[in-house]
């Protein structure tokens, strides 16, 4: 799980928002966000599993709210 912290830190310094193929790491992250402190909700998208669908939400605006999400545990 250390070794893709970058993922999440990178993506609550910028836009919310993660496309990774990791889902491993998405389920720690989801199961620790008290642990973590996540300060706010954080948008997890799989760019190649879901193709039509990722395309389709960035297309849209990208709302955090209508992706897979690691929690805030703040």
């Known amino acids: 799980m250390l070794k893709d912290i ?3 830190e990178n993506a ?9 193929q990791e889902t491993n790491v998405l389920n720690l ?3 620790y966000a008290s ?3 996540i300060p706010r909700q954080v948008a997890w998208v ?3 599993t879901h193709v039509p669908a990722c395309i ?6 990208a709302e955090i709210s ?3 999400c ?3 545990g703040a």
Not at 12 to 20: N, W
Not at 56 to 61: F, H, I, K, T, Y
């Open 35 to 37: 642990a973590l402190r």
């Open 56 to 61: 389709e939400w960035l297309q849209d605006g």
């Open 12 to 20: 609550l310094a910028t836009d919310d928002m993660v496309l990774s």
């Open 66 to 68: 209508k992706a897979t």
């Open 46 to 48: 799989h760019p190649v």
């Open 70 to 72: 690691v929690p805030a």
């Open 6 to 8: 970058h993922l999440l």
């Open 29 to 31: 992250f989801t199961f």
